[in-house]
């Protein structure tokens, strides 16, 4: 942490489905000097409030534009279908998109699927968020298709989901403003890498260890004792018997 930042409050931004806690919870630990704030921000303005400086980081759903953001991607969530627990795909283990051709799907305005092709029949209606689909869902007017983390987040006891494994994908990932690289955003990068609280984060070179020197080994043979000019006697010279008289 640098002097300039010394009495700083770290803001950091996350998108809904996203749990922060075991992160801002290690940072709590290694940075007790610089409180962290949360703020919760739709999926549609995480990117614009960091790029209008309203956060120094943000877990993100990316958008296909990155321009002036660093990204680092975290993982990528298996997308489910939430249906009434009654419906007659909770009779297998996993749906695939060509199950739903007939059955209405609603499409939220702030869905973070991308789809090429929208599965099922198009609903009597465009919700405006997610949560408002999935209201529609209990009621038994069609399905929706989220990330697994928001079927969690929007979990109700009349509502259950199927994993689709042949639908598109949410990624999410760490996001900052290029311009904006500062020494707490590089901790908190740390933190989201794992790494320890002594590794370097590249701006201070790690000191080298020293080499180990390795135990000289014993000779095999004792050294000849000082003054001694006697010579080692070969072992298969043969030994000179008594001449004859």
Request: charged share 25%; proline share 10%; aromatic share 6%.
């Amino acid at each position: 942490m640098t002097d300039g930042e010394t009495g700083r409050t770290f803001r950091l931004a996350y998108v809904p489905g996203v749990t922060p806690a075991k992160w801002v919870g290690v940072w709590n630990e290694r940075t007790p000097g610089v409180p962290i704030t949360l703020i919760a921000v739709p999926a549609a303005e995480a990117v614009g409030l960091l790029r209008n400086g309203g956060a120094d980081a943000g877990f993100v759903r990316p958008p296909a534009d990155r321009d002036g953001l660093s990204v680092i991607p975290l993982y990528v969530e298996t997308t489910v279908v939430m249906v009434p627990k009654d419906h007659a795909v909770t009779a297998a283990d996993e749906v695939f998109v060509a199950d739903l051709v007939d059955d209405e799907v609603f499409h939220p305005l702030d869905d973070v699927i991308e789809w090429a092709t929208r599965p099922g029949l198009p609903a009597f209606t465009r919700p405006a968020t997610t949560a408002e689909a999935v209201e529609l869902v209990a009621t038994g007017t069609g399905l929706v298709l989220v990330p697994l983390s928001l079927a969690r987040l929007h979990h109700r006891r009349d509502l259950t989901y199927r994993p689709v494994p042949d639908a598109p994908q949410s990624q999410v990932a760490l996001a900052w403003p290029t311009d904006a690289t500062t020494d707490l955003v590089e901790d908190f990068i740390g933190i989201v890498r794992g790494r320890t609280v002594n590794s370097s984060r590249g701006r201070t070179p790690a000191t080298p260890a020293a080499p180990v020197k390795k135990p000289a080994q014993r000779q095999a043979q004792k050294p000849a004792q000082k003054g001694s000019a006697r010579r080692a006697v070969p072992t298969d010279r043969k030994k000179k018997g008594n001449r004859p008289r």
